[in-house]
């Protein structure tokens, strides 16, 4: 299967910066679309932002300009630079995997909507 390991979150200050990363692992062929999600409390889990293995990227208009989503797709990683931080960022941010191939034995798989674990991100003075 298909396992994706956050890392990066914590505590930091109104303005402040954060970097979170996230590894899939497995036998992994391909990922078509990895991105970062975020849940805050009492809210509906949101697309923060995503790019392809092509390279297109999207973000949510709260954060253009602040955000930076990034992957290297040589090790199914995907980063988010998360830059001038507001308290209204605070949330579980959750890595997703999209159109993953990969292979159950010698058979090649198709999934979708892989999640990892979450990390939490807390924007505070």
């Known amino acids: 299967q298909v396992q994706l390991v956050e890392s990066g979150g914590g505590l930091v200050q109104p303005g402040g910066s954060l970097r979170l990363s996230c590894a899939a692992s497995g036998s992994i062929f391909s990922i078509n679309v990895m991105g970062w999600y975020r849940q805050a409390p009492g809210k509906q889990r949101e697309l923060v932002a995503s790019?392809?293995?092509?390279?297109?990227?999207t973000s949510a208009e709260s954060v253009k300009g602040r955000f930076t989503i990034s992957r290297d797709n040589s090790k199914n990683t995907v980063d988010l630079q998360m830059n001038s931080l507001k308290p209204e960022d605070t949330a579980v941010y959750y890595c997703?995997?999209?159109?993953?191939?990969?292979?159950?034995?010698?058979?090649?798989?198709?999934?979708?909507?892989?999640w990892g674990q979450g990390t939490q991100v807390t924007v505070s003075s």
């Open positions: 790019i392809t293995s092509g390279g297109t990227a």
């Open positions: 997703n995997a999209d159109q993953v191939t990969y292979f159950r034995g010698a058979f090649p798989q198709r999934g979708y909507d892989f």
